[in-house]
């Protein structure tokens, strides 16, 4: 057994951070030797911005490390959060590297808002808020989901939760591992990361990835290639101070699969190969992001973080969309489903997004007696704009069960029946005041508030956008039943969309949201387990009514939706052979004030999910691993219109660990979807001919080098 805990330890050893106060205060870190692969509790970087443990945080939290995702062998920001309760997916439009998750019966991207129904992915990329930006999960050392709103933290966003990427961190000991990935359906996925100190003091660390990941699908004409370069270089300047720096480009080229409808109460009865996306080109993305971080230990209890990230991209979104309605007056659809119309719709053949924040965290430790406070005092600024003319154009009609797609024309074969050079704008400054106080009995109390100053729209060039201020606050408390068992209670609101003008100019309301949960959370004394239960209330406001804006052009913020729900999270090392991550979520949704939908459930919330992801170790070189994946029944519109059936899907792993030249080495294969169920992930809330299939049973087999 040492000799594989060694063998595998090396393995992850390259993606195994090593996070210690003095690395959150500036200090160089010193080097850990690891004893072995262990599935243990990983503790979040960014759920308080502060070092405050997960056991004394008020609020559920879960993480996805890099073990779990290597084990499942992880390609997709989805496929991550599946372990977490309360997590689901929506419908994407930007491939499989852009999902667009469900929190706690909320989707992570607004679109009752003013603005273009094909929203993009929204996520945090280490602390920051990131659209439209794909996921490379070769670079990822965990997946952190912090439920309900966080506003007062990480400014306005919506109140489902938060989903936070953890990139891998650089390391002192110079290495190199190589990672390649063969599967069915042309899956092929070749990672090489690697770095090291490049100084005799260690002081200078350099890094390098590269990775590339390509896959077609068994859905017809879908296909999905990221390539991705990256540089990280991190300088301990002085025992206090520590620069960090980083670069990437990711070239993101995608034919998105726009699903199958609905017909009736129920999906369509369509082969699973079927689908109306067969754009003569591939959509295209060039993204670079540029990330800078200055840390500084000002004393023994006061330090100062500067963080600065700069994201912009290149686009051509040129995908052939399926719609029942019919935009073009044409009579080549008539509404139910079969035929469908097909379009180039909000087709961008050349825009570009940008993104920047720039933050200000000083941190401290004040004590008087027996009460501590630690105190966060952050200030940041946020700026996103996507821009660029989007075109509509008729193609024409299919029948759903005898589809025929010759001579489709490209974009620019076509006739354009509008064009709308709308941008998406984004904007807000934030100061925000946290202080956990500590009273040295077992109780903590956390006390936040934050201000913002947001202005967004979905706008033309010169209309002046829509500008709202907004205070925030959060209470929580925290009590020690005994070292390693807490009783948690919070309350806290949030600012979510801003809703920008409407087509007669007027600026609509805010959507905000408010939440009351209560927990328990355990870790077990060696700290190999942990496990949160937690009850919630969440309610979002001012949802946008449309029922009077395709006849007067004006949107009614009156609407008021509601998630109530119960979710267990626990992962951990049960024995030292065996390991596991497992969830459970009871979600209960309603639309509760709302002139067309009041009553209704919200869409892809299903009432039970859970997840099991359990590992084995059989002997010193042979490891095994499965996994079950549950999603109830769903309701796959906002009309509750159809409903998606539950299913129950079904992975499965094995690895052997060997050596190569006196180095470690590991291979594995993977089975996803074991049985072959036909299931379906998600559905655009507001359409009911999106609804997206998953994948069938598929095989891969990885090959893990270290160096």
């Known amino acids: 057994m040492k000799t594989y805990l060694l063998m595998t330890a090396a393995m992850t050893a390259l993606t195994t951070p090593v996070v210690s106060q003095a690395a959150e205060a500036g200090e160089a870190t010193t080097e850990v030797v690891v004893t072995g692969r262990k599935l243990l509790p990983a503790r979040t970087t960014e759920a308080n911005r502060t070092a405050i443990p997960n056991l004394l945080t008020p609020q559920a939290i879960q993480v996805v490390p890099v073990e779990v995702l290597q084990d499942q062998q992880v390609f997709t920001l989805s496929d991550a959060t599946r372990n977490v309760s309360g997590v689901t997916t929506d419908f994407g439009f930007n491939g499989l590297t852009q999902p667009l998750l469900v929190l706690r019966g909320f989707p992570s991207t607004s679109m009752t808002a003013f603005g273009s129904m094909l929203g993009a992915s929204n996520y945090y990329l280490d602390g920051t808020r990131v659209s439209g930006l794909p996921v490379n999960m070769t670079d990822v050392q965990a997946v952190e989901v912090l439920k309900g709103p966080n506003s007062v933290l990480f400014g306005r966003g919506e109140p489902g939760g938060v989903v936070n990427v953890v990139t891998k961190p650089l390391r002192a000991t110079p290495g190199l591992e190589f990672v390649q990935t063969l599967g069915e359906y042309g899956l092929s996925s070749t990672s090489l990361n690697g770095g090291g100190a490049v100084n005799d003091d260690k002081t200078l660390l350099v890094g390098g990835s590269a990775s590339y990941y390509t896959t077609d699908s068994v859905r017809d004409f879908v296909e999905e290639k990221l390539a991705s370069v990256g540089l990280k270089v991190q300088w301990q300047a002085s025992p206090n101070t520590t620069v960090s720096a980083s670069a990437d480009y990711l070239d993101h080229r995608y034919r998105n699969d726009y699903g199958i409808p609905a017909i009736g109460n129920t999906v369509a009865n369509l082969p699973l190969h079927t689908q109306f996306n067969n754009a003569p080109e591939l959509s295209h993305i060039e993204s670079r992001v540029l990330r800078l971080e200055v840390a500084h230990r000002l004393s023994d209890n006061w330090s100062l973080k500067a963080k600065a990230i700069s994201f912009d991209a290149d686009m051509r979104e040129v995908d052939i969309t399926a719609y029942r309605m019919d935009m073009a007056m044409s009579g080549a659809c008539d509404g139910d489903g079969n035929p469908l119309c097909r379009y180039y719709y909000y087709a961008r053949p050349d825009g570009s997004n940008s993104m920047g924040q720039y933050a200000l965290d000083l941190t401290g430790k004040i004590t008087a007696g027996d009460i501590t406070h630690n105190l966060l005092i952050s200030a940041d600024a946020y700026r996103a704009k996507k821009k660029g003319i989007t075109l509509f154009s008729a193609i024409g009609g299919v029948d759903i069960y005898h589809p025929v797609f010759t001579n489709t024309p490209k974009l620019g074969d076509t006739v354009v ?105 355990y870790q077990a004394p060696d700290g190999k387990l942990s496990a949160t239960v937690a009850l919630y209330e969440l309610i979002k406001k001012n949802r946008a009514d449309f029922t009077l804006y395709y006849v007067t052009g004006e949107i009614l913020t009156t609407g008021e939706a509601r998630s109530r729900g119960l979710e267990v999270d626990v992962i951990g090392e049960v024995t030292p052979a065996l390991s596991l991550i497992a969830s459970y979520a009871y979600t209960d949704t ?58 129950t899907r079904v992975d499965a792993m094995v690895s052997r660990a060997f050596e190569v030249s006196g180095k470690p080495a590991l291979i594995q294969l993977n089975v996803n979807n074991l049985f072959d169920e036909r299931y379906y992930t998600g559905s655009h809330q507001f359409v009911q001919d999106w609804v997206q299939p998953g994948s069938p049973r598929t095989a891969s087999v990885t090959l893990r080098l270290a160096y």
Not at 492 to 511: C, F, H, I, W
Not at 598 to 622: D, F, I, M, R
């Open 417 to 521: 029946l509008d064009a709308l050079d709308y941008v998406d704008y984004n904007n807000w400054q934030g100061l925000s005041v946290q202080d956990q106080i500590d009273f040295g009995n077992g109780l903590n109390l956390v006390l936040a508030v934050r201000h913002d100053k947001a202005e967004a729209g979905y706008i033309l060039p010169g209309v002046t956008t829509n500008t709202v201020e907004y205070t925030s606050p959060r209470a929580g408390l925290v009590w020690s039943l005994s070292p390693n068992q807490t009783l948690y209670a919070q309350a806290q609101s949030s600012l979510a969309a801003n809703n920008g003008r409407d087509m007669l100019g007027k600026a609509v309301d805010p959507e905000t949201a408010k939440q009351t949960e209560i927990g328990y959370k």
């Open 590 to 647: 309603e639309v509760t004030q709302d002139a067309n939908y009041q009553g209704k459930a919200l869409a892809n919330a299903p009432e039970h999910a859970a997840s099991l992801w359990a590992t084995y170790s059989v002997s010193e070189k042979w490891r095994v691993g499965a996994g079950l994946f549950y999603q109830g029944d769903r309701y796959g519109d906002i009309g509750n219109t159809f409903v998606m059936p539950a299913y």
